[in-house]
């Protein structure tokens, strides 16, 4: 009797345990960021001290989100980022993943800041070195860069239309990411920022549960940087 009494319980506490971790988050947004846009709106951006970035797209962050279109963050303070973790992904980091914050820096507080707030959300599916691969594998796989400009979608600032650009994206990833924009001194539309989503478990991409809001205007300015 205490046996199966034991038993029972346990099966319910492996039932509670996985279903605690199950809806830790639904999928991750993995969010790219054109430069050229970032230093446009803001009067102050700064090139990291290792040097003014490619003129690609950088990474934002993976952030955990939940199908209704609410967040996890900063899940847990007893990990903090740890730049010995990931010591040999830092020179894809800096060119990846670079910094654009006054003054200059070299990325740890950018990094410091993703891992803190969105990572430690994810970390029973990625720790800290495998959170921060993703996000670089991801990138490579997208290329985003190359999707656009291989439809003529240049940064060249000439405008575009946001079906044109969405288009070039699903023709060149499989995917529709959802597109920010943003509004340079003049007013103008720009391309900011790029939401591809990810699912929870495999790392891989997937159709969008939910976009964020916003709107970009009909428009769109894609930036020199
Ligand atoms: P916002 O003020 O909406 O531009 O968002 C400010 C910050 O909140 C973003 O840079 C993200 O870190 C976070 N955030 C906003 N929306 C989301 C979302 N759907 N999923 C994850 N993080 C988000
Ligand atoms: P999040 O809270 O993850 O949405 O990120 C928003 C924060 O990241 C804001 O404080 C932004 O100023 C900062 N941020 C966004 N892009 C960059 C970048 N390229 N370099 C440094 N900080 C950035």
Not at 8 to 37: H, T
Not at 45 to 51: D, N
Request: proline content about 6%.
């Amino acid at each position: 009797m205490a046996k199966s009494i034991l038993c029972i319980f346990s099966v319910q506490f492996l039932f509670l345990l996985s279903s605690a971790a199950a809806q830790e988050f639904d999928f991750f947004y993995f969010v790219l960021q054109w430069p050229g846009a970032y230093c446009d709106a803001r009067k102050a951006c700064c090139f990291p001290t290792t040097g003014k970035p490619d003129a690609d797209f950088g990474i934002h962050g993976l952030w955990p989100n939940y199908n209704d279109g609410t967040y996890p963050s900063n899940c847990d303070s007893s990990n903090p980022f740890e730049s010995s973790k990931i010591s040999d992904l830092v020179t894809r980091m800096q060119s990846e993943w670079p910094t654009l914050a006054c003054p200059s820096g070299d990325g740890t507080a950018f990094w410091t800041h993703e891992w803190e707030k969105h990572g430690t959300c994810s970390e029973s599916v990625l720790d800290q070195h495998a959170y921060f691969k993703s996000s670089l594998d991801l990138k490579d796989q997208i290329n985003a860069l190359e999707a656009l400009t291989k439809a003529g979608i240049e940064p060249n600032d000439e405008t575009y239309t946001l079906e044109n650009i969405k288009d070039a994206l699903k023709e060149g990833t499989g995917f529709t990411p959802f597109v920010e924009c943003n509004r340079d001194q003049s007013g103008n539309s720009q391309l900011y920022q790029l939401y591809f989503c990810v699912d929870s478990s495999s790392v891989s991409l997937i159709d969008c549960p939910i976009y964020p809001r916003g709107k970009c205007g009909p428009q769109i300015q894609f930036p020199t940087f």
